[in-house]
Antibody, heavy 119, light 107 residues
Framework: QVHLVESGGGVVQPGKSLRLSCAAS????????MHWVRQAPGKGLEWVAS????????NYAESVKGRFTISRDNSNNTLYLQMSSLRTEDTAVFYC????????????WGQGTLLIVSS | DIQMTQSPSTLSASIGDRVTITCRAS??????LTWYQQKPGKAPRLLIY???SLETWIPSRFSGSASGTEFTLTISSLQPDDYATYYC?????????FGQGTNIDIK
């Protein structure tokens, strides 16, 4: 079955960079668009970024545009989120999600990885 | 950006109650709407897509409907496993946006 495992979260100082990874298995990764969604502590869900199945098209929330880059390695079934110029307000659990066949919504989610941005 | 206004923010209900959550889009989204359930410390779970299509393995007590820019999630008879927070999300256009969430707790 579909399995998504995020990693790379941790504690980082404001202004620093970090890369999150999402290892995918149980499906043909190269055939699906992928998403990152985050959730600040005690808050709701916020869509962050999406990438097409082939990595050629990317979309970002305004709050991360220019600072975050979504990418994928279809040969290694891995999704990435490169984050730079991190801010305290980026503190959140980051979830990766598989798109439901280029539909635009997530049908399978990872368990999430926690990023804390703090000095 | 498309704003999703979800109500109520909290809802107290008893087992067996019929529960309704509403989500209103700030513009036409052509039924490109999903509903998710989330329990504390867990990832969201897809319940409904395209406003009214039930995801596989989701109990039939969950249903979704649409009327213009207003969308409704209904739980016909609340079960103990249903105490959770529910979110709507539009995927009509980027940036995709979520409603603020509705927490269902025990009455």
């Amino acid at each position: 079955q579909v399995h998504l495992v995020e990693s790379g979260g941790g504690v980082v100082q404001p202004g620093k960079s970090l890369r999150l990874s999402c290892a995918a298995s149980g499906f043909t990764f190269r055939g699906f668009a992928m998403h990152w969604v985050r959730q600040a502590p005690g808050k709701g869900l916020e869509w962050v970024a999406s990438v097409s199945y082939d990595g050629k098209n990317e979309n970002y929330a305004e709050s991360v545009k220019g600072r975050f880059t979504i990418s994928r390695d279809n040969s290694n079934n891995t999704l990435y989120l490169q984050m730079s110029s991190l801010r305290t307000e980026d503190t959140a659990v980051f979830y990766c999600g598989r798109d439901a066949g280029d539909q635009g919504y997530v049908d399978n989610w990872g368990q999430g990885t926690l990023l804390i941005v703090s000095s | 950006d498309i704003q999703m206004t979800q109500s109520p923010s909290t809802l107290s209900a008893s087992i067996g109650d019929r529960v309704t959550i509403t989500c209103r889009a700030s513009q036409n989204i052509n039924k490109w709407l999903t509903w998710y359930q989330q329990k504390p410390g867990k990832a969201p779970r897809l319940l409904i897509y395209r406003a009214s299509s039930l995801e596989t393995w989701i109990p039939s007590r969950f249903s979704g409907s649409a009327s213009g820019t207003e969308f409704t999630l209904t739980i016909s008879s609340l079960q103990p496993d249903d105490y959770a927070t529910y979110y709507c999300q539009q995927y009509h256009s980027y940036p995709y946006t979520f409603g603020q969430g509705t927490n269902i707790d025990i009455k």
